[in-house]
Antibody, heavy 118, light 110 residues
Framework: QVQLQESGPGLVKPSETLSLTCVVS?????????WGWVRQPPGKGLEWIGS???????YYNPSLRSRVTMSVDTSKNQFSVNLNSVTAADTAVYYC???????????WGQGTLVTVSS | QSALTQPRSVSGSPGQSVTISCTGT?????????VSWYQHHPGKAPKLMIS???KRPSGVPDRFSGSKSGNTASLTISGLQAEDEADYYC??????????FGGGTRLTVL
């Protein structure tokens, strides 16, 4: 059974870069899923950030494309997201997840709260 | 990429049925049979309830069903139970490996 665990700083200063990692266990990251990030700002809905495949192909939400970078480390069985030039609007619970067919999220991490504040 | 449109809230009594709509465009909901639904209890990870418009993953009760007509998808929950009270989100493929979520619907079991 695939399990995912997000990790990273819980507090980031405005204008800096938010960096999170998702460690995958129980499944090889090269075995066929797509891997994604989703966030939920306080009191708001879910927002897709982006997805990637183990070969490094990445796909981003157009509204975040200019600020987001995702990458995969197959040797550590993990993938990451960087979001630069953050503002308070980037405060959210960030989830990593698997996607099948690149369309449907079926396994989720527990989520990690990232607060943007000075 | 605008969010799909869902009602902010729906409610029903135990045993009743409720339907949550999810309206998009021909570029997402109407263009693909890749609509999924997620149940989200606050503080927990979202849970996949429906994929490919109407397919239930293993372990999801058959009280949950999905459908689609044109640019609108729907999630119906029959025989409402107290534990169904949660936020529900639809999600659709939008082309070029992108997806878009709905704004979410709060289900209250009265």
């Amino acid at each position: 059974q695939v399990q995912l665990q997000e990790s990273g700083p819980g507090l980031v200063k405005p204008s800096e870069t938010l960096s999170l990692t998702c460690v995958v266990s129980g499944y090889s990251i090269t075995s066929g899923y797509y891997w994604g990030w989703v966030r939920q700002p306080p009191g708001k809905g879910l927002e897709w950030i982006g997805s990637l495949y183990h070969n490094g192909n990445t796909y981003y939400n157009p509204s975040l494309r200019s600020r987001v970078t995702m990458s995969v480390d197959t040797s550590k069985n993990q993938f990451s997201v960087n979001l630069n030039s953050v503002t308070a609007a980037d405060t959210a619970v960030y989830y990593c997840a698997t996607l099948f067919d690149s369309t449907t999220f079926d396994h989720w991490g527990q989520g990690t709260l990232v607060t943007v504040s000075s | 990429q605008s969010a799909l449109t869902q009602p902010r809230s729906v409610s029903g009594s135990p045993g009743q049925s409720v339907t949550i709509s999810c309206t998009g465009t021909s570029s997402n909901v109407g263009g693909y049979n890749y609509v999924s639904w997620y149940q989200h209890h606050p503080g927990k990870a979202p849970k996949l309830m429906i994929s490919y418009v109407s397919k239930r993953p293993s372990g999801v009760p058959d009280r949950f069903s999905g459908s689609k007509s044109g640019n609108t998808a729907s999630l119906t929950i029959s025989g409402l139970q107290a534990e169904d009270e949660a936020d529900y989100y639809c999600c659709s493929y939008a082309g070029t490996y992108s997806v878009v979520f709905g704004g979410g619907t709060r289900l209250t079991v009265l």
